[in-house]
Nanobody, 119 residues
Framework: QATLVESGGGLVQAGDSLRLSCAAS????????VAWFRQIPGKDREFVLG???GGIGTWHRRFTISRDDAETTVYLQMNDLKPEDSATYYC?????????????????WGQGTQVTVSS
């Protein structure tokens, strides 16, 4: 059972940057693919970025995903934030190792962290 804890959300202005963290509690992310999703009320969770078991991250024009060397924390660096980026951001982990863009592909989820971008 993997336990994930997100942090780093908050209220920022358009154009600002924010870094979210997803910490593995009591274990590491070794062998896991980890992804960030976001969700606004009434909508499905939307894939943002993912990093594979081998450390290969997917691409986003304004965001980057990374993992620390100890494989205990995965980061989501968000730059040039826009009001439409406002959402609850969740990290998710899968022991299968490859990045999947569908929420059902992940077995473990954090509790989410709120990001609000004001215009």
């Amino acid at each position: 059972q993997a336990t994930l804890v997100e942090s780093g959300g908050g209220l920022v202005q358009a154009g600002d940057s924010l870094r979210l963290s997803c910490a593995a509690s009591g274990h590491t992310f070794t062998g896991y693919a980890v992804a960030w999703f976001r969700q606004i009320p009434g909508k499905d969770r939307e894939f943002v970025l993912g990093i594979s078991r081998g450390g290969i991250g997917t691409w986003h024009r304004r965001f980057t995903i990374s993992r620390d060397d100890a494989e205990t924390t995965v980061y989501l660096q968000m730059n040039d934030l826009k009001p439409e980026d406002s959402a609850t951001y969740y990290c998710a982990a899968s022991p299968e190792g490859g990045v999947k863009t569908q929420a059902w592909g992940y077995d473990f989820w954090g509790q989410g962290t709120q990001v609000t971008v004001s215009s």
